[in-house]
């Protein structure tokens, strides 16, 4: 161990043991590991080791107490400002330990497990998360909300979020079914399965997800399955804001019904692909799309 970092980590070490003998934990919550993650008091200094954990501790209101972030933290813009610490398949320790986190926000299959258990061995608390649902995403927020002292805002956020995720439910409910293929990655082509939250939001716009019944949550698929579902709308996401040209690449099958139809579709990956509370917009832009190839088929 290089003696800068060396010198880091037991100066951590020693913060964390004083404060452990001097409090009492008292906010205590279940992470998505099924842990226990308790803190002496609300936490100050937070690190978000995603995208998408930087987007939930800022609508848990607690945006003021983020001292790292990693790449692709855009949302919400002041969240650019804040010190990165690599990537989230590729953390900077020695940046993150001298920020001097009092939590960190750890995203269960995208980080590193290896330097998020180097931070836990220093006596860092570290909040896994991974929303599976809708309701994931709600209790997110509050549970952030909770280890930041922020419940007010975080409540009004994950309720707003779970009223609006009802009230399109509702809206969508009875809408004729659309075939649908959702293109999570260009190369590997890759979709995603009913189990996904993406999956999910397909399902509650009355689209029916013609990869859902695959076995893995991101499924590799190519272009003869495709051809051979041969869905009514292709909606695109991706990395990134702007992935159009993943559509014009199925331009080539002009027998592919979605193409024949003109439904292929683009949505904003940050609003549909990130499991926060700007999921209810890209939920509506979807719901929206599918309308439009509904419609068509009225028409014709």
Known sequence: MRGGLG??????????????????????????????VCLHAAAQRIATLSPGATELTYAAGAGDQVVAVVSYSDYPPEAKQVASVGSHTRIDLE?????????????????PAEQLET????????????????????SAIERLARLAGTETAGQTVADSFRNTMAALEERYR???????FYQVWDEPLM?????????????LCGGENVFGEQAR??????????????????????????????????????????????????????????PTPRLMEGTQILCEKLDIARQKRERS
């Open 119 to 138: 931070l836990e061995a220093l006596g860092m608390p570290v909040f896994y998360i991974e929303p599976r649902d809708m309701e994931g995403v709600a």
């Open 191 to 203: 979709s995603v399965n009913d189990q996904h939250l993406i999956g999910q939001v397909v399902k």
């Open 217 to 274: 949550l991101v499924p590799r698929i190519n272009d003869e399955a495709v051809l051979a579902a041969n869905p009514e709308a292709i909606v695109a996401g991706g990395m990134g804001e702007e992935n159009r040209h993943w559509l014009t690449h199925w331009e080539q099958y002009p027998n592919l019904k979605a193409v024949a139809e003109d439904n292929l579709f683009f949505v904003p990956p940050s609003l549909i692909q990130r």
């Open 7 to 36: 010198t880091v980590l037991l100066s951590v070490v020693s913060l964390f043991a004083a404060e452990a003998v001097s409090d009492t934990h008292s906010r205590c919550v279940i992470d998505d590991r099924d842990r226990e």
């Open 95 to 111: 940046a993150l330990v001298g920020l001097a986190p009092d939590l960190v926000i750890g995203w269960v299959t995208g980080n």
């Open 174 to 180: 009875d809408r004729e079914p659309v075939t649908t």
